[in-house]
């Protein structure tokens, strides 16, 4: 059978349905049974996590996506050949990461670090403001970058630092001595300087330098080669360490449209290790090695312990003989080619190979052909998946073993429990970003030249006052009507810059009380109203179609083929965007959904296409006023307060989604009582997060499946 996707029409996130029967030689024998395989990223991203590796250092294996995970498991049921393939890769790929255990490197590696063009144009922006460019960056610095490196053994490193130009048209800005600094995890390894020993232009840029001409000519080579100094070797223990590298603010500051600017970093490598080790004591070794064996004859005892502990977090469920001795094969094969621990390295290879770890297995009881309730380890890795997109901790795995979560009141405590933890946090993100499709906003690219302060930083802290909000409203079980009207957000400095919103300084976001009605709940954040624009102009069209269908639930049909764009706007009669709307509107075919979707989107014109409020449109004054149900609306205030008296059709909406959310898969017909029971106990208890949570996790739909 082919596997067909989960995807709903209501905006699923990607999990897929595949086929249990899809080869024994990949060791699943469960004929007619199918298999919600969530993505290869949450199975080893969550197993790993446990082993205390750090989250930066796990997303060097997780690169898959799950669309295209899907994609290569309907290519490989064509194939049993390209199924072991893909198990011979996935151990690959369970080698690269090393998972601590990392046998000793053959060769040093080079691994080039550089900023990425909205970095290096915030840097810009910033020139001449001496800018420090972000939480992670030393104090009384600016320019440069900091990102999280691994550095997979103990052993010497190598770090070298270029500069803009040193590769072609020669170094700018250094005609004056500037200090460059590299720290490892804040903590200064070297402060370099640079610059201060040529005046003048470099003769060398346009025209070729005359063979006696010496000072031109050492001038040019220094421009080209000064940066060969910002080099050093030094000892770094393993693990994943923040690299920074940036420049002191102890340098002059260059006048403002100085000639030669400022210098700025282009490109940093890390080579090595050279002379590695394996690192002796790391927190993740810890997790792995819960024994040593004191000799030859105590190995196999050893590494069964370890083994079985393992395959427990793995396979998210106590293990059976029959699990094991695969493994310990593997351990003895890697025992014989070294040691101990490559015999340990060798098992968790095959182990993050393993169907029982890659799938999550619903197994159909024999004789059953009507739907069946899930067992309580089933139920638990499914709860698991669904509030913290990992595996179960070991007190839920240990309760579902005992049939704890049978009873309601466990059950309850459970998801309480989960809830309250950090783990969560990784659900909260994830949904939101999905339903608000405010992750959208990384696969947009605003104009530049129309939106020059925007940039990624930007982007980020965007999407990063969405997440926080919607992250305090369940912790703080507030009403899920709330998300529409809440009159705080969270901010950095750069975010209520953006905003117009004084007193708040630095990059650490913080709760800021709103005290004006222009922002308020998820409407009037920046990551909402700029994902629902195009590049160069807002568009009424993608916000009414947003509201619609992401809060109201009620989405519009898909427009006719070859609909014409929207007509430019003219310099010298400019016309807001609901004047040449109307002519759009015009056409017949057109009108049946604009009439409903357009009033929505002219309610929100006065934030621009990056979230900016304004008052006029190109020259053109803003009318935001709207005629909804018959009342007429007033702007973006007006407008929250509207979509709040249709609480219960919101409700609904968002019961649907997460429903979606937590079965991986679109809400269907027959799974309408069950929506309508759950909103008929929400609007009992006040519309509470934690209510819609657990009246999700006791339906049907979540403990029992078809046959």
Request: hydrophobic letters at 35%; aromatic letters at 8%.
């Amino acid at each position: 059978m082919v596997p067909k996707s989960a995807r709903g029409r209501n905006g699923a996130p990607h999990y897929y349905y595949v086929c249990a029967a899809a080869d024994k030689t990949a060791g699943i024998d469960c004929t007619r049974n199918y298999l919600p395989a969530v993505s290869a990223d949450q199975h080893v991203l969550g197993f790993v996590r446990q082993l205390a590796l750090r989250d930066d250092l796990v997303r060097t294996l997780c690169a898959k996506r799950e669309a295209s995970f899907a994609e290569g498991l309907r290519e490989l049921r064509q194939d049993r050949d390209r199924v072991k393939a893909s198990l011979a890769e996935s151990r690959r790929e369970a080698t690269n990461l090393g998972l601590a255990i990392a046998r000793m490197a053959e060769e040093p590696s080079r691994a080039l670090l550089e900023l990425s063009r909205d970095y290096d144009r915030r840097e810009k922006e910033l020139e001449g403001t001496l800018a420090r460019m972000g939480e992670d960056m030393p104090f009384a610095t600016h320019g440069g970058l900091a990102v999280k490196h691994l550095f997979p053994l103990d052993g010497e490193y190598a770090f070298a630092i270029r500069l803009k130009g040193s590769d072609n048209s020669g170094i700018g800005g250094i005609e004056d001595e500037h200090e460059v600094e590299l720290r490892l995890d804040h903590a200064l390894v070297k402060r370099f300087k640079i610059g201060g020993h040529f005046k003048g232009p470099d003769p060398g840029t346009t025209l070729a330098i005359d063979d006696d001409d010496v000072e031109g000519r050492r001038l040019h080579e220094y421009r080209i080669t000064a940066d060969k100094a910002l080099e050093i070797r030094v000892p770094v223990t393993a693990g994943v360490r923040l690299v920074a590298v940036t420049f002191t603010d102890s340098s002059p500051t260059p006048l403002e449209g100085a000639e030669y600017g400022r210098p700025a970093i282009d490109k940093f490598f890390v080579s090595g290790p050279f002379d590695g080790t394996v690192p002796k004591d790391t927190p993740s070794r810890r997790r792995i090695f819960i024994c040593r064996p004191t000799g030859s004859r105590d190995e196999d005892a050893c590494a069964q312990r370890i083994i079985t502990t393992l395959a427990r977090r793995a396979y998210r469920r106590p293990t059976t003989d029959r699990d094991i001795q695969p493994l310990m094969a593997m351990f003895r094969n890697g025992r014989q080619e070294r040691d101990f621990d490559t015999g340990i390295e060798r098992s968790i290879e095959a182990l993050l190979s393993m169907p029982a770890f890659l799938f999550r297995i619903e197994r159909q009881p024999a004789g059953v052909q009507a739907p069946y309730r899930l067992t309580d380890l089933e139920l638990a890795s499914r709860l698991s998946f669904f509030l913290w997109r990992s595996i179960p901790d070991d007190e839920l795995v240990d309760l579902a073993a005992r049939n704890g979560l049978q009873n309601e009141k466990v059950l309850e405590q459970q998801v309480r429990r989960m809830l309250a933890d950090p783990r969560a946090t990784r659900f909260m993100n994830d949904f939101v970003g999905q339903w608000l499709e405010v992750r959208n906003l990384f696969g947009q690219t605003p104009d530049p030249v129309m939106f020059p302060a925007f940039n990624d930083t930007l982007r980020r802290a965007m999407v990063r006052e969405t997440e926080l909000f919607f992250e305090s409203q369940l912790r703080d079980d507030r009403p899920v009507p709330e998300l529409l009207r809440a009159k705080y957000t969270y901010l950095n400095e750069q975010l209520a810059r953006h905003y117009g919103i004084q007193g708040v300084y630095g990059s650490r976001f913080r709760r800021v009380e709103l005290s004006d009605d222009r922002r308020g709940g998820v409407l009037g954040q920046a990551s909402v109203l700029t994902s629902t624009s195009y590049a160069n102009r807002t568009s009424v069209v993608l916000r009414g179609k947003w509201v619609l269908g992401i809060l109201l639930g009620t989405p519009p049909p898909e427009p006719p083929p070859n609909v014409p764009p929207l007509a430019e706007n003219s310099a010298s009669n400019p016309k807001t965007l609901r004047d040449r709307m109307q002519v759009h509107r015009a056409n017949p075919v057109c009108a049946s959904c604009h009439t409903k979707m357009d009033p929505l989107g002219f309610v929100l014109e006065n934030y621009d296409a990056i979230g900016r409020w304004r008052d006029n449109d190109s020259g053109a004054p803003i009318d935001a006023k709207i005629s909804l149900n018959g009342k007429d609306v007033d702007g973006p205030n007006a407008f929250r307060e509207a979509l709040v008296a249709r609480a219960d059709q919101f409700a609904r909406t968002v019961t649907e989604k997460l429903l979606t959310y937590a079965l991986g898969r679109g809400v269907e017909y027959f799974d309408q009582p069950i929506v309508r029971q759950i909103d008929r106990g929400l609007a009992a208890d006040e519309y509470r997060w934690s209510s819609l949570i657990l009246s999700i996790v006791r339906s049907t739909p979540f403990q029992m499946r078809g046959a």
